[in-house]
């Protein structure tokens, strides 16, 4: 098992930046496919990044692709997320997760085993 946990999140102006970070626990953390999800209020949960095992391969849904990085260190069991041009429509609570699926990748929730508690993310216009 793995344990997440966020940090990072906060109030931010429209164009701003905020790097998410997420601290995992256990030994095993390089096995995971890891991935950042968001909920707005009243919204389903929304697959925002995924990364490889080995941190070599990446994924974004086009609502964040060119504005958030995703990227892991498998020595310090963490995986940060980038965000960068900030609108207000990115307000929401962001988790991360990890995956045991095969594929390298993953994109879908029901793929991901673990899931942190979530850290909220207001941006103001």
């Known amino acids: 098992q793995v344990q997440l946990v966020e940090s990072g999140g906060g109030l931010v102006q429209a164009g701003g930046s905020l790097r998410l970070s997420c601290a995992a626990s256990g030994r095993t953390f390089s096995t995971y496919v890891m991935g950042w999800f968001r909920q707005a209020p009243g919204k389903e949960r929304e697959f925002l990044a995924t990364?490889?095992?080995?941190?070599?391969?990446?994924y974004y849904a086009d609502s964040v692709k060119d504005r958030f990085t995703i990227s892991r260190d498998n020595a310090k069991n963490t995986v940060t997320l980038q965000m960068n041009s900030l609108k207000p429509e990115d307000t929401a609570i962001y988790s991360c997760?990890?995956?045991?699926?095969?594929?390298?990748?993953?994109?879908?929730?029901?793929?991901?085993?673990?899931w942190g508690q979530g850290t909220q993310v207001t941006v103001s216009s």
């Open positions: 997760a990890a995956s045991s699926v095969r594929s390298s990748l993953a994109t879908i929730i029901k793929e991901y085993n673990y």
């Open positions: 990364v490889s095992r080995r941190g070599l391969s990446t």
